[in-house]
């Protein structure tokens, strides 16, 4: 049997990683992670070239070590201009998780991350 698709996740905090492997496991989707943007937009291109390219791109807007979310979009946008990704941040009021869309998102989450809240961003935002 298959996945549901296919996600790149990027997030500095390991237990959000590892959260984030058992809930997308749990919910039927493959799952790659980075710890920043340069290694999330290293990773979308292998994949993209290798021909198996990620259905959905989740980054973390705020990374202290490395490229955060804002910077990760604009680049993925450069190299693949038809990327879905979402922004995510335990920062709900944030301009950029607010407005999301202007930003070049197609999605938000916020953490602590929800399984149901994961789970329909998923399915609204891969299988529609």
């Given at each position: 049997?298959?996945?549901?698709?296919?996600?790149?996740?990027?997030?500095?905090?390991?237990?959000?990683?590892?959260?984030?492997?058992?809930?997308?496991?749990?919910?039927?989707?493959?799952?790659?992670?980075?710890?920043?943007?340069?290694?999330?937009?290293?990773?979308?291109?292998?994949e993209k070239e290798a021909g198996q390219p990620f259905d959905l791109v989740i980054v973390d807007l705020?990374?202290?070590?490395?490229?955060?979310?804002?910077?990760?979009?604009?680049?993925?946008?450069?190299?693949?201009?038809?990327?879905?990704?979402?922004?995510?941040s335990g920062f709900a009021n944030d301009p950029v998780v607010q407005d999301y869309a202007s930003f070049?998102?197609?999605?938000?989450?916020?953490?602590?991350?929800?399984?149901?809240?994961?789970?329909?961003?998923?399915?609204?935002?891969?299988?529609?």
């Amino acid at each position: 049997m298959g996945t549901k698709g296919k996600v790149l996740l990027m997030d500095d905090e390991e237990i959000i990683i590892d959260v984030s492997r058992e809930v997308l496991k749990f919910l039927g989707y493959e799952a790659d992670f980075a710890k920043e943007g340069g290694a999330a937009l290293r990773l979308y291109k292998q994949e993209k070239e290798a021909g198996q390219p990620f259905d959905l791109v989740i980054v973390d807007l705020t990374i202290p070590e490395g490229m955060g979310g804002r910077e990760t979009i604009a680049k993925l946008r450069e190299y693949d201009p038809g990327v879905r990704a979402v922004v995510s941040s335990g920062f709900a009021n944030d301009p950029v998780v607010q407005d999301y869309a202007s930003f070049g998102f197609s999605g938000r989450l916020t953490k602590p991350y929800r399984i149901n809240e994961m789970k329909a961003l998923l399915e609204d935002l891969i299988h529609k």
